[in-house]
T-cell receptor
């Protein structure tokens, strides 16, 4: 059973760049059946879809974050990554990585990481 | 972006009750809809995909229906472990937006 694990700093200063990595275990990120993506959840709030990418490299972004977000894939490490620049306190959230399945990821996220809490504070 | 609206925002029910949650899309999304269950401090768990297909391992008391813009999630007989927050998500076009969530509480 494939597993996902997020990693990265838990504290980021305002105006800096948040960088997270998701490591895929017991499965291949190069499997063409899947997209790989990020979702976040601010404290006490709902889920917000951020971005996803196919291993072939085509990314998709939430327009509300698009100017600040970059998603990438490293097939050699079986990882994908998220970078969010110019962070503010509004970016404080639990960040989840996930595997999207179905054509174009249209069946939803069937495997989730446990989530990593990122706090933006000086 | 496609907007997803869930109702109700919260609902109180008892063990054994039948509960229905609705999700409306701001445009036609065919059957590209997923439902998730989330418990406090945990990642969401996929229940239903393609509007009505039960994800492997999910109890059969969960069911989904609908197409176009209107969808429902039904729990036929509530169990204690079902008290959680439920989200719909459209996966018809990027960004894959979520509904605001429905909190299912014990009455």
């Amino acid at each position: 059973q494939v597993q996902l694990q997020e990693s990265g700093p838990g504290l980021v200063k305002p105006s800096e760049t948040l960088s997270l990595t998701c490591t895929v275990s017991d499965g291949s990120i190069s499997d063409s059946s899947y997209y790989w993506g990020w979702t976040r959840q601010a404290p006490g709030r709902g889920l917000e879809w951020i971005s996803c990418i196919h291993y072939s490299g085509v990314p998709y972004y939430n327009p509300s974050l698009k100017s600040r977000v970059t998603i990438s894939v490293d097939t050699s490490k079986n990882q994908f990554a998220l970078r969010l620049s110019s962070v503010t306190s509004a970016d404080t959230a639990v960040y989840y990585c996930g595997r999207h399945w179905g054509f174009g990821g249209s069946y939803g996220v069937d495997v989730w990481g446990q989530g990593t809490t990122v706090t933006v504070s000086s | 972006d496609i907007q997803m609206t869930q109702s109700p925002s919260s609902v109180s029910a008892s063990v054994g009750d039948r509960v229905t949650i609705t999700c409306r899309a701001s445009q036609d999304i065919s059957t590209s809809l997923a439902w998730y269950q989330q418990k406090p401090g945990k990642a969401p768990n996929l229940l239903i995909y393609a509007a009505s297909s039960l994800q492997s391992g999910v109890p059969s008391r969960f069911s989904g229906s609908g197409s176009g813009a209107d969808f429902t999630l039904t729990i036929s007989s509530l169990q204690p472990e079902d008290f959680a927050t439920y989200y719909c998500q459209q996966a018809s076009s990027f960004p894959y937006t979520f509904g605001q969530g429905t909190k299912l509480e014990i009455e």
